[in-house]
């Protein structure tokens, strides 16, 4: 068999202001092969044909070593020359310039390391893969909501405030007050249940104002003797008409809950994840400090863009108001982030039948031994008033000291003037530095991503960041490159969209989803 003689030739372009280099921290996207050489072109420098063949990544130019201080990208076309045709491998290898080295005044040897990947650019495709994080193409509030290595603290962030519920009797006042009465409605108790609560008493309730006050005065006046069928007399939030004609034990108080999205004092981020937990927020408060934190991403904003505190309690002698916000994700009620609860409704206080009847005795008793005393001073009967002290003082003692429980119920059970009870709505969000410092990382490397996922390297306007940690990839490129690919993605890689026409570090203020 004869076998014609091949002649290997190497055509070699030299390129500079190209802006790659291999720590590929970044490289370049294109449409096609054609707009990538095409770009080139415009970076040449100076270019060689029929050079001999390049090996063990050497070759020598015909260029002193100073012109090459420039020139840190190349690229090359292995060719062979038969029977004087000559025939071109169909693919362009891009490659670093990694090492020059001085021969004599007018040739320089250079070390090269392939770009593994502007010259497979083309030649592989990326499958599902675990990816770390990257640019998404995609960008919903509450969409992407895995954490992120940044550390923030409490002191980062300020709360704005939005909205309050109180209780009381003023106008000012969501709620209004009632007087709830609590009492034996015969000679045996008879079971029932109010509010959905069992209970072998029954209820009376009169608004907290001028006219309710004298009402249950008047009702209490009534009772005479039976005033000690009164169990417990308590302040509780009321809404509706009063009891028993009717009433609620809910309220919601609608806030917007959409206007909050839109910057932090003065700043607009640029990134939709800042305007979700932790990053942004809602806190409710209680009077007494205690507060929870609900997540905006998972509120259900009516088309008003409203959403809504919701207030639960039940008529009961300790009331318990729950708080929570409604719709709430898939929990109507916001289960699934916990409640918030206001109590120490004021306890009253009353005067009990037994209790007057001992005022009444002791009252008498203390003025008879008063006048006693003095008539036996009066006459001169010294020892007939020592007499009475001793025969009276005893009794007088021991009633003043044992007497019947004064009261009923407490002037106080609460920790607070009920006026200043209530829920406190706040909007928690991070001081407008720390926003944009956040904010701007999101722009330059992504959202953390910590699932499977097909790899995207375009999408945005100017450039994708993307770091995986298993990257699954395929195609016509050798063992060798591909293992190094891996290797990149796996350790983070910008891609600077070219074929819109921008370069590696070109200043950005944004980089929006195209």
């Not at 069992?198 to 104002?209: I, L, M």
């Not at 937990?277 to 507060?291: A, Q, T």
């Not at 490397?445 to 995207?456: A, D, E, H, L």
């Amino acid at each position: 068999m004869n076998v014609t003689p091949a002649t290997p030739l190497t055509d070699f372009i030299l390129y500079n202001n190209v802006g790659l280099d291999n720590s590929y921290e970044a490289s370049l996207t294109f449409e096609n092969a054609s707009a990538q050489q095409a770009y080139f072109n415009t970076k040449v420098y100076t270019s060689f044909e029929k050079l001999t063949p390049i090996r063990e990544n050497t070759l020598r130019l015909t260029l002193p070593s100073t012109s090459l201080e420039t020139c840190p990208y190349c690229s090359f076309v292995q060719k062979y020359e038969i029977s004087g045709n000559t025939y071109a491998s169909q693919r362009r290898w891009y490659a670093f310039i990694t090492n020059v080295k001085y021969i004599n005044a007018l040739v320089s040897e250079v070390t090269i390391e392939v770009d593994v990947i502007q010259s497979n650019l083309f030649y592989w495709k990326l499958g599902t893969s675990y990816v770390e994080r990257m640019h998404v193409n995609s960008d919903a509030i509450g969409e992407w909501v895995q954490a992120e290595p940044i550390s923030i603290s409490e002191s980062d962030f300020l709360y704005d405030w939005v909205e309050k519920v109180t209780f009381g009797s003023g106008n000012v006042n969501d709620i209004k007050m009632a007087i709830c009465v609590w009492f034996q409605d015969g000679s045996h108790l008879q079971a029932k249940q109010i509010s959905n609560i069992f209970t072998g008493a029954n209820v009376a309730v009169y608004p907290d104002t001028d006219t309710g006050r004298q009402q249950l005065s008047d009702w209490l006046d009534s009772l005479g003797d039976n005033l000690d069928r009164v169990i417990n007399i308590c302040m509780m939030p009321y809404v509706g008409n009063y009891y028993p004609t009717g009433g609620n034990f809910t309220f919601a108080k609608r806030f917007n809950a959409q206007g909050f999205r839109q910057s932090y004092y003065g700043y607009t981020p640029k990134n939709n994840k800042m305007f979700s937990y932790p990053y942004h927020s809602l806190c409710v408060y209680n009077s007494r400090g205690e507060s929870n934190e609900y997540k905006f991403e998972l509120f259900k904003i009516d088309s008003s863009s409203n959403a809504a505190l919701q207030l639960q309690w039940a008529m009961s002698p300790d009331v318990c108001v729950v708080a929570t916000i409604n719709d709430y994700y898939d929990d109507q009620y916001g289960r699934s982030s916990g409640a918030l609860t206001e109590t120490g409704f004021p306890q009253c206080s009353w005067n009990t039948v037994a209790y007057q009847a001992w005022l009444s005795q002791i009252t008498s008793d203390v003025f008879g031994f008063a006048a006693g005393m003095s008539t036996s001073i009066a006459t001169g009967n010294a020892f007939g008033a020592a007499a009475t002290i001793a025969g009276q003082g005893t009794k007088t003692a021991l009633d003043i000291a044992r007497p019947p429980m004064a009261k009923a119920g407490s002037m106080c059970g609460c920790s607070t003037n009920y006026n200043r009870l209530g829920f406190y709505i706040y909007n928690k969000c991070l001081q407008k530095d720390i926003a944009e410092t956040v904010d701007n990382f999101f722009t330059r490397y992504g959202y953390s991503i910590n699932k499977c996922v097909v790899p995207v390297i375009r999408g945005r306007e100017y450039f994708n960041y993307i770091q995986t940690k298993d990257l699954n990839i395929r195609g016509n490129v050798s063992m060798n490159d591909m293992k190094r690919i891996r290797e990149i993605f796996n350790r983070g890689i910008t891609f600077w969209h070219n074929e819109r026409g921008h370069e590696i570090g070109d200043n950005y203020s944004s980089n929006p989803i195209v």
